[in-house]
């Protein structure tokens, strides 16, 4: 499968713990973004790498979130002391700069649940 | 007010039926435009870009009115496996940053 993957599909955590995710782009793909999706909205932009150069970070992304892409291929987000407002569904996202019209390719999403 | 509205719906078809959905948006600078399809608790796929002269694929039909910012998409004879969420999408002209309506909920009933 030569899609966007994310790791894991799904998990679960007690408020005040760490949890980290996993997103591996489209090979070659140069952006890699993160979104945040909770039920009955549309994806909210978290922030994007353009390699591994992390050039914009939403407001939404508090201190307690932090991401990196160390060698400009997969990408992770970790979220330190997780809070019940943090469950949703975190999607990532990959697009090449030569591709046409903008296209984003996204992964499953690593749906969060924080008890 | 949010950047990106969206009817949130839901738009309950009879099968074959003819549904047509409306996007505004508020930044006029605003570049590109897309129609993207959720199922539940899936991730978004892109259904359609929009041009500015309108664009048609298949069933599907997307217009785009810059003048009074907002886009449209139109299904024809619609199949019950179009039924989704349907979300109305706009970049920012910077960093092609997709901004998100939150999307309207169609259901097709046979």
């Known amino acids: 499968d030569t899609g966007v993957s994310q790791d894991p599909r799904h998990k679960i955590t007690k408020r005040g713990q760490n949890v980290t995710f996993r997103c591996d782009p489209i090979s070659e793909h140069n952006r890699l973004y993160w979104y945040r999706q909770t039920l009955g909205q549309g994806p909210e932009f978290l922030t994007y790498?353009?390699?591994?150069?992390?050039?914009?970070k939403s407001r939404l992304l508090s201190d307690r979130f932090s991401a990196e892409r160390p060698k400009g291929s997969f990408s992770t987000l970790e979220i330190q002391r997780t809070e019940q407002g943090d469950s949703a569904m975190y999607l990532c996202?990959?697009?090449?700069?030569?591709?046409?019209?903008?296209?984003?390719?996204f992964g499953p999403g690593t749906r969060l649940t924080v008890l | 007010r949010k950047e990106v509205e969206q009817d949130p719906g839901p738009f309950n078809v009879p099968e074959g039926a003819t549904v047509a959905f409306n996007c505004t948006y508020s930044?006029?600078?605003?570049?590109?435009f897309f129609w993207y399809r959720q199922d539940c608790r899936k991730e978004p796929k892109l259904l359609m870009s929009v041009y500015s002269s309108g664009n048609e694929d298949g069933r599907f039909t997307a217009q785009l009115n810059r003048a009074s910012q907002y886009i449209s998409l139109l299904i024809r004879d619609s199949k019950l496996s179009d039924s989704a969420t349907y979300l109305c999408?706009?970049?920012?002209?910077?960093?092609?940053?997709?901004?998100w309506g939150a999307g309207t909920k169609l259901i097709i009933k046979p």
């Open positions: 930044n006029s600078a605003s570049q590109s």
């Open positions: 996202a990959s697009r090449s700069l030569a591709g046409v019209y903008n296209e984003q390719f």
């Open positions: 790498f353009q390699n591994e150069a992390q050039l914009e």
């Open positions: 999408v706009v970049t920012k002209e910077s960093n092609y940053q997709l901004i």
